[in-house]
């Protein structure tokens, strides 16, 4: 069941906000048809008690001989009227006693009866017998088929005394409310529930947007630490939240930026001593001796070198510019020929890609020359998609070993001795490579080749 659950937070208010609109609209739209049928049932029993208050006038105010045919004359298949010495046999129903007690009010009040003279008024469910056995007759006529629209009838037997002691009857049958679900009410139910979640989707979407705005600076500031800060606009939770963050990434800022003047600090502090020892050691008179000093202390002074490099980020302070990749790759491979080094690169259609070139150049050339150091010669291709641009850099060496291919990334990681120390290299060219391109939100992969060597394979998204 919660895998059929919408997963984001606009998802799954969305979906409280529309499941209660349906709860909401059946509760509401069962309260009309309960108020409806009453409504129709009051209307239909006033409609009746008016009429027969008015043939009961008119009964009375005849002379007693006209009576029988005014009676007869009055009576229909469907309004029975009956003149009778005694009174008829109505049993009041349970069922409708309001319905019942209001006629009875209305006709006591209009036709001004003596309290010794109560009419019987009874309303009772469709099927129920009548006075003398008889029922409305349900032909097609007219009336009848108004009421079939309705949906069905409830009966209504009243029995009123007149001042010489007779009986008038009347049995007749009321309309009941029907179907409360017409078209015009689907109609109007389809256009306010349309109305009421297009206004729900542009709340929710309000609400929500703010985090997906979040989210966007958060990705933004993982790339770029000097990205511009996020609006304080929005509600006062929104504001509260976006001054947090920007809050945060100032003291990052501010974190990376002391780190930085911190190793400078410590690079010119350290180069100082530095240069008095190799002064000192070119003084030392054994030659072995003082070329394996001069070089630690040259090693020394790489590692100073190469760790304040990687501590200032280039690739966070580059502005970015479009660039065509294919040529920026081709200009390092030639450059690296023209030097006699070992590098190639396969015909490539240009590539526009927006970049920090100075930035991706030194993650390429960090690549090509693990390559030719590690593998002896680098091939480079170029392939697009869609959604992708991969530069693929391979080498014919010996690879690596799978459990290695993830740490050798972490900073100051190096290889076994053979593979550092005779290069000079103090692990820190595929550290730097990946966080160039990681500014750039794409992907650094390093994978043995099915053959031999290994291949660095980086993924920039379009």
């Known amino acids: 069941m919660s895998r059929l659950l919408p997963k984001s937070l606009f998802g799954q208010t969305l979906l409280v906000l529309v499941a209660g609109l349906i709860v909401s609209l059946l509760a509401g739209s069962w309260i009309y048809s309960l108020d409806r049928e009453q409504a129709v049932r009051a209307v239909g029993g006033f409609a009746a008690a008016q009429r027969i208050t008015n043939l009961t006038k008119l009964v009375q105010e005849a002379p007693h001989e006209w009576r029988e045919r005014i009676v007869a004359g009055l009576s229909d298949q469907n309004f029975r009227v009956a003149l009778s010495a005694q009174p008829p046999a109505i049993v009041p129903n349970d069922d409708d006693v309001a319905v019942a007690q209001t006629i009875k009010e209305f006709l006591v009040d209009q036709l001004s009866l003596a309290s010794e003279q109560q ?86 979407r309000r609400v929500t947007a703010p985090l997906a705005a979040v989210s966007v600076a958060a990705e933004r500031l993982g790339n770029d630490l000097n990205a511009p800060p996020m609006p304080e606009t929005g ?108 590098a190639k690169m396969q015909p490539a259609e240009p590539v526009v890609y927006d970049c920090r070139p100075d930035a991706l150049k030194r993650a390429i050339r960090n690549l090509l020359d693990n390559a030719v150091k590690y593998g002896k010669a680098a091939s480079v291709a170029i392939q697009t998609t869609p959604k992708t641009i991969e530069i693929i850099i391979d080498d014919e060496g010996s690879g690596i070993a799978e459990h290695e291919l993830s740490r050798v990334f972490d900073p100051f990681y190096r290889l076994e001795e053979s593979r550092s120390r005779e290069t000079g290299g103090v692990g820190l060219g595929l550290a730097i ?30």
């Open 119 to 204: 009419p019987l008024v009874s309303a009772s469910p469709p099927g129920g017998p009548m006075f003398g056995g008889w029922r409305p007759m349900m032909g097609p006529g007219p009336m009848m088929h108004g009421f079939r629209g309705f949906g069905g009838f409830r009966d209504l037997q009243v029995a009123v005394p007149l001042p010489d002691g007779q009986w008038l009857s009347f049995a007749t049958a009321l309309p009941e409310s029907g179907s409360a679900f017409s078209r015009k009410f689907l109609l109007s139910m389809a256009i306010m529930a349309i109305v009421i979640l297009a206004v729900s989707v542009w709340a929710v």
């Open 235 to 342: 509600t006062i939770e929104t504001r509260q939240a976006s001054r947090a963050f920007n809050t945060m990434q100032s003291r990052l800022r501010s974190l990376i930026e002391n780190r930085t003047r911190m190793l400078a600090a410590i690079s010119h502090d350290l180069r100082t001593p530095l240069t008095l020892l190799r002064l000192r050691a070119e003084n030392v008179e054994n030659q072995q001796e003082r070329d394996k000093m001069l070089a630690t202390i040259a090693e020394m002074d790489s590692m100073i070198g190469v760790t304040l490099q990687f501590a200032r980020d280039e690739a966070t302070t580059e502005l970015r510019r479009p660039t065509d990749i294919a040529a920026l790759v081709q200009s390092i491979v030639d450059d690296m020929a023209d030097a006699g080094v070992p």
């Open 433 to 462: 490579a990946q966080s160039i391109v990681q500014a750039h939100r794409g992907d650094l992969v390093l994978s043995n080749r099915p053959t031999a060597g290994l291949r660095a394979q980086i993924s920039l998204p379009r």
